[in-house]
Antibody, heavy 116, light 111 residues
Framework: EVQLVESGGGLVQPGGSLRLSCAAS????????MSWVRQAPGKGLEWVAN????????YYVDSVKGRFTISRDNAKNSLYLQMNSLRAEDTAVYYC?????????WGQGTLVTVSS | SYVLTQPPSVSVAPGKTARITCGGN??????VHWYQQKPGQAPVLVIY???DRPSGIPERFSGSNSGNTATLTISRVEAGDEADYYC??????????????FGGGTKLTVL
């Protein structure tokens, strides 16, 4: 059974940093692109970042470029999102998802709140 | 960047057919995927590659895509189908072909 479990969310002050993790199991993690998708309270889904199987290609939505970094550790079956210079508008539930062309499996999400 | 347009809301009576549209420039040339999200839950893939259903998704869910509009059709709507629905494509025609694009979402209300 495919499972994706996010962790690392919490309350952080504006300008602060947070590192999200996503533990994957039930599939060959190193064979898939992975994504982070976020959802602000009461809003729709917003794609954040993608990473290729070997980490050699990474893509970001414009609003997080230069502040967020997606990475992965295939030996640990783990996906990460390092978030720096956080802003109030980054407040959202962050989901990791397995990417084919569709996002076929999603984690349960972790809430990030940016507030003073 | 590529834009997907969905109606904010659709209402349907139980047992009837709901159609949720997703508009985009020449969207018929792209593969469209659909997600269902119930309150407090993660999204679930219900249709991929325009019209394929993942295992476990009822046959009542179907999809089509042509021209400038993709459509998610839910037949014999049940109360449990009440949720937000999102369409999604990869914007392979952009400078960033690996970008994932979502529609704004449609809230399906079962009357």
């Amino acid at each position: 059974e495919v499972q994706l479990v996010e962790s690392g969310g919490g309350l952080v002050q504006p300008g602060g940093s947070l590192r999200l993790s996503c533990a994957a199991s039930g599939f060959t993690f190193s064979s898939y692109w992975m994504s982070w998708v976020r959802q602000a309270p009461g809003k729709g889904l917003e794609w954040v970042a993608n990473i290729k199987q070997d980490g050699s290609e990474k893509y970001y939505v414009d609003s997080v470029k230069g502040r967020f970094t997606i990475s992965r550790d295939n030996a640990k079956n783990s996906l990460y999102l390092q978030m720096n210079s956080l802003r109030a508008e980054d407040t959202a539930v962050y989901y990791c998802a397995r990417l084919v062309r569709e996002l076929d499996y999603w984690g349960q999400g972790t809430l990030v709140t940016v507030s003073s | 960047s590529y834009v997907l347009t969905q109606p904010p809301s659709v209402s349907v009576a139980p047992g009837k057919t709901a159609r949720i549209t997703c508009g985009g420039n020449n969207i018929g040339s792209k593969s469209v995927h659909w997600y269902q999200q119930k309150p407090g839950q993660a999204p679930v893939l219900v249709i991929y590659y325009d019209s394929d259903r993942p295992s476990g998704i009822p046959e009542r869910f179907s999809g089509s895509n042509s021209g400038n509009t993709a459509t998610l059709t839910i037949s014999r709507v049940e109360a449990g189908d009440e949720a937000d629905y999102y369409c999604q494509v990869w914007d392979s025609s952009s400078d960033h072909p690996e970008d994932v694009v979502f529609g704004g979402g449609t809230k399906l209300t079962v009357l």
